[in-house]
């Protein structure tokens, strides 16, 4: 039988706020339950700390991720080639440029492969480029998605006024009730990186760790008070409300860390979402959770 608190890396000491230590143990949760279904290991006993909801999300969480694991599909293309040949200019809105990418480092094969069940997606190296997880969030996941978007929405009928200095929707009254309402899924989030990718997932909280010593030591304003409630290991949350936008790139994050992208809302967005790099075009309906390196 598997315990579900392990400590921590030596060199990570956990800031304990609430918010980070759900997220911690929703992810050791979640990757020791992928570890003993994937190897046949005993049952795992998850942590009182954990409710009954968020246990049965890290749980449909494990199986998806299993199943994508068991589904690999490898293309041909050199991630590591493509990531040194695109730059910030690279918006992905210029399609001559973008053929002349996909000319310098074709997929391997004519057209674009759909893909609609669990899978990850490698380069020619056998290194993951993406996690495709369908249905891996559970309708209270949804739900509670749903309900702190319309928390933010006040935030973004401003932001399309003008665009927001960073935090901007988090300096108000709402903090508390918007970083609540999303802690959930930004746990299962950070639970699901866990399992992806250990290496961004220990630095991404061993950054929020050392970020909340800091805020308290230095006094910062406001940032200990919303950090006591931030429990994601990803340390940006971007919405993109109400447009049509390009393949996924993004020039803040580097080749070798993943993204999440979702959709959110009550009515079906584009049927598909493509990489064009990878030759690959997935199925992308509600909910859906698509995990690519940030290219």
Not at 223 to 249: C, D, G, K
Request: proline letters at 7%.
């Amino acid at each position: 039988m598997n315990g579900s608190s392990p400590s921590p890396p030596d060199s990570i000491n956990i800031w304990r706020t609430w918010a980070l230590t759900v997220t911690y143990e929703a992810g050791e949760y979640t990757e020791q339950k992928f570890k003993a279904e994937k190897t046949g290991g005993g049952p795992v006993i998850p942590s009182p700390n954990l409710d009954t909801d968020l246990v049965m999300a890290c749980d449909r969480l494990a199986d998806v991720l299993i199943k994508a694991s068991k589904n690999p599909i490898q293309m041909q293309m050199d991630i590591a080639r493509y990531s040194k040949l695109i730059s910030p200019k690279d918006t992905g809105h210029n399609e001559n440029r973008e053929a002349r990418l996909l000319e310098r480092c074709p997929p391997g094969h004519e057209g674009k492969r759909l893909v609609d069940e669990p899978a990850i997606i490698l380069d020619a190296s056998g290194a993951i480029i993406a996690w495709y997880l369908p249905d891996a969030l559970t309708d209270t996941t949804q739900k509670e998605i749903r309900e702190a978007t319309d928390l933010l929405a006040p935030s973004l009928e401003k932001s399309n006024v003008s665009d927001p200095e960073v935090s901007a929707s988090l300096k108000g009254p709402s903090c508390e009730n918007i970083l609540k309402a999303i802690a959930r899924p930004a746990a299962i989030a950070s639970a699901a990186l866990r399992v992806m990718h250990p290496e961004q997932y220990w630095a991404g909280l061993r950054t929020l760790s050392n970020l909340g010593n800091i805020a308290v030591s230095k006094d910062l304003p406001q940032m200990p008070e919303a950090l006591q409630y931030w429990a994601s290991v990803f340390n940006t949350l971007s919405i993109i409300s109400n447009r049509e936008t390009p393949h996924h790139r993004d020039h803040m994050s580097i080749a070798e860390c993943f993204d999440i992208l979702t959709t959110v809302g009550t009515i079906q967005c584009s049927d598909d979402n493509a990489k064009p790099s990878a030759g690959v075009q997935v199925q992308f309906r509600l909910y859906d959770c698509v995990f690519p390196e940030g290219l």
